[in-house]
Structure formats: C-alpha cells, structure tokens
T-cell receptor, first 113, second 115 residues
C-alpha cells in the first residue's frame, strides 16, 4: 500500500509569484485535504476535495485554490504569494465516511522571500 | 465551530518517567477526537483516535488517552516514556455530521525526553 506523497519537498518563491504543490493520495482513498502549518503552530485546514469537487473550505482567501484529479491526486495553487504564506503545506488523504482518520504526507516547505 | 487548547507548549521529562499531555476542546457539536505525532521534518502520524464506545483508547506503542465529555478533555498519557518519544504532539477534533472531514488542531506540545 503506497502512502501519501507530496512534491516538491522544498520550494523558495518570491512575493507576488504563483506556486503549485502536488499530492498523490494513498491508494483507495477518495478524499484529499490540504493544511497549512506555520512555524510553531498546529495545521490549519485550507480545503477538502471529494470526487473532484471542493466540499469544504477553511478561512483562506480565494487565491488559495485546488484541484483533484480522477486518480485522486491533487494540486494546491497559491497566487500572489505573500510573506505570510511561508509554511509547511500538508496533504492528507482519507476515505470519506470511513474511519475518519486522515493520512498525511511529509509536506512541502514553502519559503516566500 | 471547534477549537482545541493544548496548554503546555513544551513538556520535559526523563526517560522511563510517566507523562501526561493535556488537551481541552470546545465545540457546538459532538466531535471525534485524535492525537497525532510529528517527528522533526516529517508529516503527521495518527497516534490514536476516539470515535465512540469505551472512553479509554490505546495506541500500539503504549500511549493512551481518555475522553472526558463533562470536562471536554482528551488527555494523552504514557506510563514510561522512551527517548524515541521525543516529538511534537497535536490534539485534534473533527465535528460530526458536518458534510466534510475537517480536523481542527491545537498548537501542539513538544515532548522532550532526556536520559
């Protein structure tokens, strides 16, 4: 059983740029969630995708957007990067309605300068 | 809406000593409860969860947590810690019947185990 993978591992961007982060879900999972973890903080829910549709969103502006593909892989896109977007971005996959646990990938460390 | 409070940002203990990491939550709906562990430069791993039934839940590596509905708490305990337990521990809740599965995390407690 393949776990959740994320790419890239690290990324450095300049303020105002756009970034795309990628996630490959655990085999058999149909739901993917994205979280932002700032330094020294707990993860904050960004949004969740189920069957290629966004089915829940946290308190993040529209410049944070996502996609889920038929193979359940996912992308997180952030436009007009700000310094405060510097964080660890975590992807988690799950099977909606079953067990409720979410399986996390290792994360992408984004630094905005 | 839900919120989670982990009052202790850091807990230093000696190896083989017992430890308790505290977690309190607030929610307008019933919740599921989780503890996740994060080792340096890694993602989060599920340690244990409470969905229903017995209020005492255990992990395979000796941790246990007890759900106390009246005190809205879900404290994590281990009777004897190892050096390898050094990590960041996050308590999280998920509201029931919300249509989607959103975890709300506390700010974490860093467990530092020394020889």
């Amino acid at each position: 059983e393949t776990g959740v993978t994320q790419s890239p591992t690290h990324l450095i961007k300049t303020r105002g740029q756009q970034v795309t982060l990628r996630c490959s879900s655990q085999s058999g999972h149909n739901t993917v969630s994205w979280y932002q973890q700032a330094l020294g903080q707990g993860p904050q829910f960004i949004f969740q995708y189920y069957r290629e549709e966004e089915n829940g969103r946290g308190n993040f502006p529209p410049r944070f957007s996502g996609l889920q593909f038929p193979n359940y892989s996912s992308e997180l896109n952030v436009n007009a990067l700000e310094l405060d977007d510097s964080a660890l971005y975590l992807c988690a996959s799950s099977l909606l309605g079953k067990g409720y646990e979410q399986y996390f990938g290792p994360g992408t460390r984004l630094t905005v300068t | 809406a839900q919120s989670v409070t982990q009052l202790d940002s850091q807990v230093p203990v000696f190896e083989e000593a017992p430890v308790e990491l505290r977690c309190n939550y607030s929610s307008s709906v019933s919740v599921y409860l989780f503890w996740y562990v994060q080792y340096p430069n890694q993602g989060l791993q599920l340690l244990l969860k409470y969905l229903s039934g017995s209020t005492l839940v255990e992990s395979i590596n000796g941790f246990e947590a007890e759900f106390n509905k009246s005190q809205t708490s879900f404290h994590l305990r281990k009777p004897s810690v190892h050096i390898s337990d050094t990590a960041e521990y996050f308590c999280a809740v998920m509201g029931m019947n919300t249509g989607f599965q959103k975890l709300v995390f506390g700010t974490g407690t860093r467990l530092l185990v020394s020889p």
